[in-house]
């Protein structure tokens, strides 16, 4: 079992690797968020643990980089920042799981085992509607060949779109799919997501795929 450890704080990151490796994990440390990057892209890996507050390059910037790149190697996040929508937001850039520091080594060592038990590789079918393709495995989307790169929401909203193609989803069945975090979500956050997502993916092509149905909701693809 090869884990990963990020973390700038050189003496907790020993002290992490020593412990680890006493649970006989193989463990690499990286001591700033540039190398983390790089060893998360080139080792197979069966677990990264993340610092969040790192030189070079922050840890939730390297979630949403490997993430975008298919990578799928369990993120837990172990980091000073313990507010809620610090928890939230590092959860939903891609992480698996979140620790606070200060932190105990039997609980951390709980949920490395907790993780690494989980499948790898969820079967998950690509999504299409005409020329556009959503690979829900690989959290890539891409329309007639071309690419395209969008936020963490505006994949989880075009997927759920996708997902149930041909009918209408109003703008609350929206919201208690993509903010299930949120209580307060205005539906207008709702209108400024589909607008963005309809500037990546309908605007460049010549025919638009998200429609408006007046009164109820968001729809994608012909009626069915
Ligand atoms: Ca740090």
């Not at 490395?112 to 998950?124: G, K, S, Y």
Request: charged share 25%.
């Amino acid at each position: 079992m090869n884990i990963l450890v990020v973390e700038d704080e050189v003496k907790l990151a020993n002290a992490i690797k020593r412990a680890l490796e006493i649970q006989t994990y193989a463990v690499t440390v990286a001591y700033d968020g540039q190398t983390g990057l790089d060893l998360a892209v080139s080792e197979e890996l069966d677990l990264i643990i993340l610092d969040l507050m790192l030189p070079k390059i922050d840890g939730l910037e390297i979630c949403r980089m490997i993430r975008n790149q298919g990578i799928h190697t369990p993120v837990l996040i172990l980091t000073a920042k313990g507010l809620v929508s610090d928890k939230i937001n590092g959860l939903d850039t891609g992480a698996d799981d979140y620790m606070v520091k200060p932190f105990s080594f039997e609980e951390l060592f709980a949920r490395i085992r907790a993780l690494t038990r989980r499948p790898r590789h969820v079967i998950n079918p690509v999504l299409t509607v005409e020329d556009l393709l959503l690979d829900p495995s690989k959290f890539t989307v891409s329309r007639n060949e071309i690419g395209i790169s969008l936020s963490s929401k505006e994949f989880a909203l075009l997927e759920y779109l996708m997902r149930n193609k041909g009918s209408i989803l109003t703008k609350t069945q929206i919201i208690g799919h993509i903010w299930d975090y949120d209580a307060d979500v205005l539906p207008n956050v709702v209108e400024v997501h589909i607008k963005h997502l309809r500037d990546k993916v309908d605007k460049p092509f010549e025919k638009p795929l998200i429609m408006t149905v007046r009164g109820f909701g968001y729809m994608i693809g012909a009626k069915e």
